[in-house]
């Protein structure tokens, strides 16, 4: 399908909007649950906490425009969806920065596009050529000498709940993509939170903290609950549709670097060369597997 160059416009602009509100994902996530030195709301609530609001919202906004109901088809898929992106991502992560800084987390996690397209090849059964295997284990290489530099010469637990994270929001979006070719992609999102209700919110409430916090940690669960788990996916979704999938999802590359640059004025942390160096690696290595081919089909997000 062939898009104008005003949507194209569009579609860039909202799509670099989605990859900055995810950037701020990282850092927010530390400023919630703070390091274990000085720990401020607990993982589990975050991670209940963020996808049962945002559910409640998404409940609203469905029935506001009077969203059709799911059709039974859809549900494992979007079952799937929810355990990798609703449950998977935020646990992991805010359990791995407990352990690590954001910027330990950005270099990491910014294999995610690249854990994305693998799962994405193994879901399709579909064999991506020898040189983009080559650019994965490369990258992951490049991602495990990058933790082991940072610990000391050994990984640690957080780095593995760091690869769980990314692994888990690869196999969470590979499944939401699959609905989004069908059904607007704003109410697939809103779908996947809808149907974690019972599981979020009795989560939520019985993890709701006791002791005193930071309203720092307050402002920072906000916004992964309003913008990274909700009005992110929008914005992003809205873009691929506008703009096209294999052009705007490119944007993404800027993401675990922008993560990064935030990590300073939000949480005080520096920035050191050999941090950079590994991210732009990483960066350049996903850039380089998405021009390999592979004959892995591309889902189109339904335009709304």
Not at 79 to 108: E, I, K, N, W, Y
Not at 190 to 206: D, F, H, R, Y
Not at 254 to 279: I, K, M, N, R, W
């Amino acid at each position: 399908m062939k898009t104008n160059p005003r949507d194209e416009t569009r579609g860039l602009l909202l799509g670099l909007l989605g990859v900055v509100i995810f950037a701020m994902t990282l850092p927010m996530t530390r400023l919630a649950v703070g390091p274990v030195g000085d720990p401020q709301l607990p993982p589990l609530f975050v991670t209940a906490g963020r996808a049962a609001f945002a559910g409640l919202l998404s409940l609203l906004y469905l029935r506001v425009t009077g969203a059709p109901r799911v059709q039974r088809r859809h549900l494992a898929a979007l079952a799937t969806s929810a355990l990798g992106t609703v449950v998977g991502f935020p646990l992991f992560l805010s359990l791995a920065l407990r352990q690590v800084d954001a910027m330990h987390a950005a270099v990491v996690t910014g294999l995610m596009p690249l854990a994305t397209a693998v799962a994405a090849a193994i879901f399709f059964r579909q064999r991506p050529s020898n040189g983009f295997w080559a650019c994965a284990v490369l990258g992951c290489a490049m991602v495990l000498a990058f933790a082991a530099w940072r610990g000391d010469g050994r990984l640690s637990g957080a780095d593995g709940l760091l690869l769980l994270a990314v692994a888990s929001t690869a196999v969470g979006y590979v499944a939401g993509a699959r609905v989004a070719s069908e059904l607007p992609a704003e109410q697939v999102i809103c779908w996947v939170l809808v149907i974690s209700l019972p599981l979020t919110l009795p989560w939520a409430l019985a993890t709701w903290p006791v002791a005193p916090v930071r309203a720092s940690a307050w402002g920072g669960f906000v916004y992964v609950t309003l913008f990274s788990m909700w009005l992110g996916f929008f914005a992003w979704y809205r873009g691929l549709a506008l703009g096209g999938t294999v052009r705007v999802s490119q944007v993404q590359l800027v993401q675990p670097f922008l993560a990064l640059l935030f990590a300073v004025p939000v949480l005080g942390e520096t920035l050191d060369a050999t941090t950079v160096l590994f991210s732009l690696a990483v960066i350049a290595v996903v850039f380089v597997s998405k021009k390999m081919p592979a004959s892995v089909p591309v889902l189109q997000p339904r335009n709304p």
